[in-house]
């Protein structure tokens, strides 16, 4: 399995700021992904962070409002931009061990938007 | 597109009872299959999944899972519930020709009565 972090852990932040988590692997990942959790719900892919590449969005999600950066195999951040309370929410992020087909998920950070 | 549909969103079973939970996938192609839980203020753990090969797989805790392709199926089981079961289980699908990103079902919350 992969060992996967994510910093912070949690935050409360006011509206109209912006929040940047990180996420940390402990062994190369071509892909990573960002995933949305909103209260009492079920999760959402937000985007698809390759090395070298920009990231891929899914329908609903903007690079403007949620930058992805991926500087290396090992490493991504998330920014949730411009917050309002809807987005209020927990941000995961995950990567599959190479070679294989199953992904591994950071604790998630989770955000408070006042 | 795919979709993962998990039939009801809470579960009660008492302590010592058979935990069954339902997932149904829709799509022509069959998917890699996922089973993840959630404790509370935690990440995602998987639970166990299905690639190809037997159709049976068992996972940690005790849990297995049952790939029906003719039912587009994989539910949950496990035959007697502890009280550390109490979570949150998410099954998901994701296709390698995709990426292997995952999408999930709207998860069903397990409260175990003593």
């Known amino acids: 399995s992969a060992v996967i972090s994510q910093k912070p852990s949690r935050d409360i932040c006011q509206r109209g700021t912006s929040l940047t988590i990180q996420c940390q692997v402990d062994s190369q990942v071509t892909m990573m992904f960002w995933y949305r959790q909103q209260p009492g719900q079920s999760l959402t892919l937000i985007a698809t962070a390759n090395q070298g590449s920009e990231a891929t969005y899914e329908s609903g999600f903007v690079i403007d409002k949620f930058p992805i950066s991926r500087p290396n195999l090992t490493f991504s951040t998330l920014t949730v931009s411009n917050m309002s309370p809807e987005d209020s929410s927990i941000y995961l992020c995950s990567g599959p061990v190479e070679g294989t087909d199953t992904q591994y998920f950071g604790p998630g950070t989770r955000l408070t938007v006042l | ?114």
């Open chain 2, 1 to 114: 597109a795919q979709s993962v549909t998990q039939l009801g969103s809470h579960v009660s079973v008492s302590e010592g009872a058979l935990v069954l939970l339902r997932c149904n996938y829709s799509s022509s192609v069959p998917p890699y299959l996922f089973w993840y839980v959630q404790y509370p203020n935690q990440g995602l753990q998987l639970l166990l999944k299905y690639t190809t090969g037997a159709t049976l797989v068992k996972g940690i805790n005790g849990f297995e899972a049952e790939f029906k392709k003719s039912e587009t199926s994989f539910h949950l089981t496990k035959p007697s519930a502890h009280m550390s079961d109490a979570a949150e289980y998410f099954c998901a699908v994701s296709y390698p020709a995709a990426g292997n990103k995952l999408t999930f079902g709207g998860g069903t919350r397990v409260l175990v009565k003593p």
